[in-house]
């Protein structure tokens, strides 16, 4: 089992940047693909970002290709990520994911792991 806490949500004006942490806890994150979803009021999650293990790489949807930057520290079993020119369009609740596959997807069920989720709110 992992355990997935995220912090660094909050309330920021368009334009201005925020980074987001996942810390995991109950395995190490070395053979864990890890990423981020993101959920808006009255839409279905979404795929944000992810890294891989073992070279897989990563991955970015495209509206936030370009501004955010996932990052994993495998020594301190944590997950960050970056994000800059934030939008209104980015205001959702973003969770941390983590999965054993060390094939980098894109879609909700194929991450067995969830953390509870930080909010995230950009005012224009």
């Known amino acids: 089992q992992v355990q997935l806490v995220e912090s660094g949500g909050g309330l920021v004006q368009a334009g201005a940047s925020l980074k987001l942490s996942c810390a995991a806890s109950?395995?190490?994150?070395?053979?864990?693909?890890m990423g981020w979803f993101r959920q808006a009021p009255g839409k279905e999650r979404e795929f944000v970002a992810a890294?891989?293990?073992?070279?897989?790489?990563?991955a970015y949807s495209d509206s936030v290709k370009g501004r955010f930057t996932i990052s994993r520290d495998n020594a301190k079993n944590t997950v960050t990520l970056q994000m800059n020119s934030l939008k209104p369009e980015d205001t959702a609740v973003y969770y941390c994911?983590?999965?054993?596959?060390?094939?980098?997807?894109?879609?909700?069920?194929?991450?067995?792991?969830w953390g509870q989720g930080t909010q995230v709110t950009v005012s224009s």
């Open positions: 994911v983590a999965d054993r596959s060390a094939v980098v997807v894109t879609t909700a069920p194929g991450y067995d792991y």
């Open positions: 109950g395995r190490t994150i070395s053979h864990y693909t």
């Open positions: 890294a891989g293990w073992s070279g897989g790489g990563t």
